[in-house]
Nanobody, 126 residues
Framework: QVQLVESGGGLVQAGGSLRLSCAAS????????MGWFRQAPGKEREFVAS????????SYADSVKGRFTISRDHAKNTVPLQMNNLKPEDKAVYYC???????????????????WGQGTQVTVSS
């Protein structure tokens, strides 16, 4: 059974950095696309970043492009999300997700994912 566990969230001042990590367990995890999404209070869950299985194809939301970087470590089965120059509007619960299909491309739509972690809170003070 696939399990995703996020970590690394916390409180940071605007302009600061955080590094989230998603630890994945389960068979053949390395062949799937992995994504990060976030949900702020009162808002729908939104796409942040994703990577296909070999990091050759990555995708970012316009709001985080140039500030966030997604990667993956196949040896450790982790998917880090490096977040730099954080802004108050980045405050949200961040979720890691696994794609339904094999990871040939970096899916952006929430419907493309079938397994989710419990989330980690990111708070950015101004």
């Amino acid at each position: 059974q696939v399990q995703l566990v996020e970590s690394g969230g916390g409180l940071v001042q605007a302009g600061g950095s955080l590094r989230l990590s998603c630890a994945a367990s389960g068979r053949m995890m390395n062949v799937f696309t992995m994504g990060w999404f976030r949900q702020a209070p009162g808002k729908e869950r939104e796409f942040v970043a994703s990577t296909n299985w070999n990091i050759a194809n990555t995708s970012y939301a316009d709001s985080v492009k140039g500030r966030f970087t997604i990667s993956r470590d196949h040896a450790k089965n982790t998917v880090p999300l490096q977040m730099n120059n954080l802004k108050p509007e980045d405050k949200a619960v961040y979720y890691c997700a696994k794609s339904r299909q094999y990871g040939r491309t970096s899916y952006r739509a929430i419907e493309e994912y079938d397994t989710w972690g419990q989330g980690t809170q990111v708070t950015v003070s101004s």
